[in-house]
Nanobody, 115 residues
Framework: QVQLVESGGGLVQPGGSLRLSCAAS????????MAWYRQAPGKERELVAI???????NYADSVKGRFTISRDNAKNTMFLQMNSLKPEDTAVYYC?????????WGQGTQVTVSS
């Protein structure tokens, strides 16, 4: 099984930056795709960014040019560098990881963008 732990959330002013981390642990073969999702109050969970094991990435239109997803396969970790943050980025951010047999979610980390 895979366990995911996110970190790096917090309160930041508009225009600021945060870096989220997701660490995977447990017993598993290989993690294929990893992704960040977010869920704002009263809204559905949405995909923010996804990265394949080979490093191909895709982003939601709302974060393109501001967020960068990356991963370290050797350490089973994933990151989300968030720049030029806006109040509408406020949400709980979740890490997701897929293997051939599992689809695992982290517990979430709160990101609040407010002055």
């Amino acid at each position: 099984q895979v366990q995911l732990v996110e970190s790096g959330g917090g309160l930041v002013q508009p225009g600021g930056s945060l870096r989220l981390s997701c660490a995977a642990s447990g017993t598993f073969l290989r993690i294929a795709a990893m992704a960040w999702y977010r869920q704002a109050p009263g809204k559905e969970r949405e995909l923010v960014a996804i990265i394949t094991r080979g490093g191909s990435t895709n982003y939601a239109d709302s974060v393109k040019g501001r967020f960068t997803i990356s991963r370290d396969n050797a350490k089973n970790t994933m990151f989300l560098q968030m720049n030029s943050l806006k109040p509408e980025d406020t949400a709980v951010y979740y890490c997701n990881a897929k293997t051939v047999a599992t689809n695992t979610w982290g517990q979430g980390t709160q990101v609040t963008v407010s002055s």
